[in-house]
Nanobody, 115 residues
Framework: VQLVDSGGGLVQAGGSLTLSCAAS????????MAWYRQAPGKQRELVAS??????SASYAESAEGRFTISRDGANLYLRMNNLKPEDTALYYC???????????WGQGTQVTVSS
């Protein structure tokens, strides 16, 4: 499985961005997909995840009410509203596979929120 992230950029506080992740390869084996982020000097953290069913979406407390994760087949999206400077980070797409548990990461897309 290959994951390609896109959609990051520079935005003012209060603005919005939508991140996209395009998966290719053995996509029919994908189980969970998620977005993680890593800010400078901090550990990578889970932002939101979704299984094969849309009702399975879950969010970190920091993202709840502002971010929306969605999945369209092998493509993953993250709509981010009301962005804050503390949302500045490198955002990574993630996927794992049924049965094998193998994990894959995108290359990351930078989100920078100015105050």
């Amino acid at each position: 499985v290959q994951l390609v992230d896109s959609g990051g950029g520079l935005v003012q506080a209060g603005g919005s961005l939508t991140l996209s992740c395009a998966a290719s390869g053995i996509t029919w084996m994908i189980n969970t997909m998620a977005w993680y982020r890593q800010a400078p000097g901090k550990q990578r953290e889970l932002v939101a995840s979704v299984g094969s069913h849309p009702d399975s979406a879950s969010y970190a407390e920091s993202a709840e009410g502002r971010f929306t994760i969605s999945r369209d087949g092998a493509n993953l999206y993250l709509r981010m509203n009301n962005l804050k400077p503390e949302d500045t980070a490198l955002y990574y797409c993630f996927a794992d596979l049924w049965t094998t548990g193998l994990r894959y990461w995108g290359q990351g897309t930078q989100v920078t929120v100015s105050s």
